[in-house]
């Protein structure tokens, strides 16, 4: 599934990184810049991360030793009024809310990633539907 806005300056910085995780890194990044092409990309806290107008919406967590990669949905930086209920429906169960606002879905293989991929299309979808 090859994508043509993969950001160079991205592509870059995670080869440089060598990365152990690098696979699935690269299939998530796929995926996500696929599902919705209102999304650039770019790097915040040292990892890939997606954005609709300058907006913040979902940010990769590569830090090792941990064996996986998380993808954390979240409405930017700027704390906002907390919502009384979760602001998208996850009927896959891959997201772990830490907010109404705020969530994470954890991948620990690329298989996980691939048997995935399209509840995590529809995640994406979802939350950037919801939260733009």
């Known amino acids: 599934m090859p994508t043509n806005n993969l950001n160079k300056d991205v592509t870059t910085f995670m080869n440089a990184l060598n ?28 990892a890939p991360n ?16 941990k064996q996986q990669v998380q993808l954390i949905f979240h409405r930017g930086a700027k704390v906002k009024e907390q919502p009384a209920t979760p602001i998208i429906t996850d009927s896959s169960g891959l997201l772990t809310w830490k907010e109404n606002d705020r969530a994470i879905a954890t991948f620990k293989t690329i298989t996980d990633i691939e048997k995935h991929t399209p509840h995590l299309i529809t995640l994406i979808n979802n939350w950037i539907n919801a939260t733009t």
């Open 19 to 46: 990365h152990p995780f690098s696979n699935e890194i690269e299939a998530l990044r796929t995926i996500i810049l696929n599902a919705n092409a209102s999304l650039t990309e770019n790097i915040k806290w040292n």
């Open 50 to 65: 997606y954005s609709v107008n300058n907006e913040d919406r979902i940010t990769m967590r590569i830090n090792p030793p």
